[in-house]
């Protein structure tokens, strides 16, 4: 069992910067992928990034590339998303997930474990 909980949503202009984290406990660590969606109200949950279990690999959602970093400290149990100029569509529940196989990342079935969300609003 992996229990994640992220944190650092909150209310942000158009522009704007936040910074989320997902703290996990359980399991070891490094032997789970590391995979941040989202979910606007009425839409599918989709993927944002991820990253392997080492760190030396990362992903991104097109829309997000050169925008949002994703990253990881094995020594703390913690990801990190850093979200840079933001925009209001991208207000939604943002999610960490861990993945224990290799899958495809961009897939929430191939997620084993998951957070409980935290909100990013992103005010125009």
């Known amino acids: 069992q992996v229990q994640l909980v992220e944190s650092g949503g909150g209310l942000v202009q158009a522009g704007g910067s936040l910074r989320l984290s997902c703290a996990a406990s359980g399991r070891t660590f490094s032997d789970y992928a590391l995979g941040w969606f989202r979910q606007a109200p009425g839409k599918v949950r989709e993927f944002v990034a991820a990253i392997s279990r080492s760190g030396r690999s990362t992903y991104y959602q097109a829309s997000v590339k050169g925008r949002f970093t994703i990253s990881r400290d094995n020594a703390k149990n913690t990801a990190v998303l850093q979200m840079n100029r933001l925009k209001p569509e991208e207000t939604a529940v943002y999610y960490c997930?861990?993945?224990?196989?290799?899958?495809?990342?961009?897939?929430?079935?191939?997620?084993?474990?998951w957070g409980q969300g935290t909100q990013v609003t992103v005010s125009s």
């Open positions: 997930a861990a993945q224990r196989t290799s899958g495809d990342v961009t897939l929430t079935r191939e997620y084993d474990y």
